[in-house]
């Protein structure tokens, strides 16, 4: 049963232009999200970050929204760069857990 | 110096073999984790230490055994492998839960034949 769902397995998006991912999630108990990134043969790392007070949180040319009532999350990378592209995985958990849930990931090409 | 580091990276083994993946971390975190990538990309949660106890037991079958000698080890012991068993394991560390994030190894690719 998967509480963290990233329905876009891919998105495409050229060099410069803004790049939005999409997480939705069911557990109404999770308190803190967190963005990994992940190149082929690596492991995932981590991006960003938003507790559920917040409804944004901001690192340089990433955003991430945070819209706890609709159970949604948004990451928005402005300006793409050709090396964004990767997986792109939502993760969530709650206030005292441990357990780190994922989503499928959203895999990420900037075209040049 | 590397963070998080296991060995090996990659293993091919035959059906009904045992084996074991490695994992350190030397970032002076006290929970550890494993997890696994099946051949859909899902990152799924298989264990997971605290300062050496067993905090996170998902539904594994009990061939996987998890042990911790310290705070920056934990091993993962496969035993009478299977084919379904082939996927990419992952080992995790962080300092407590909540945003604390977890810092991954670059992964172990095991194949079963």
């Known amino acids: 049963d998967q509480q963290v769902k990233q329905n876009s397995p891919s998105l495409s998006v050229q060099e410069g232009r803004i790049s939005i991912l999409n997480c939705d999630y069911t557990?109404?108990?999770?308190?803190?999200f967190l963005w990994y990134k992940k190149y082929p043969a690596e492991g995932p790392t981590f991006l960003i970050s938003i507790s559920s007070i917040k409804d944004k949180n901001e690192d340089g040319r990433f955003t991430v929204f945070l819209n706890k009532s609709a159970k949604h999350l948004s990451l928005h990378i402005v300006p793409s760069q050709p090396g964004d592209s990767a997986v792109y995985f939502c993760a969530a958990r709650g206030s005292n857990d441990y357990k780190l849930s994922f989503g499928a990931g959203t895999t990420v090409t900037v075209r040049a | 110096d590397t963070a998080v580091s296991q060995t090996p990276k990659y293993l091919v083994t035959q059906m009904g073999n045992d084996k074991s993946i490695k994992c350190e971390q030397n970032l002076g975190h006290d929970t550890m984790y494993w997890y696994k990538q099946d051949s859909k990309k899902f990152l799924k949660i298989m264990f997971s230490y605290n300062n050496k106890e067993l905090i996170i037991n998902e539904t594994v079958p009990n061939r996987f055994s998890p042990k911790s000698p310290d705070k920056a080890h934990l091993n993962l012991h496969i035993n009478s492998l299977e084919l379904g068993d082939s996927a990419v394991y992952f080992c995790?560390?962080?300092?407590?839960?909540?945003?604390?994030?977890?810092?991954f190894g670059n992964g172990t690719r095991l194949t079963v034949t």
């Open positions: 995790a560390s962080s300092q407590g839960a909540g945003l604390s994030p977890l810092h």
């Open positions: 557990n109404s108990m999770f308190d803190y």
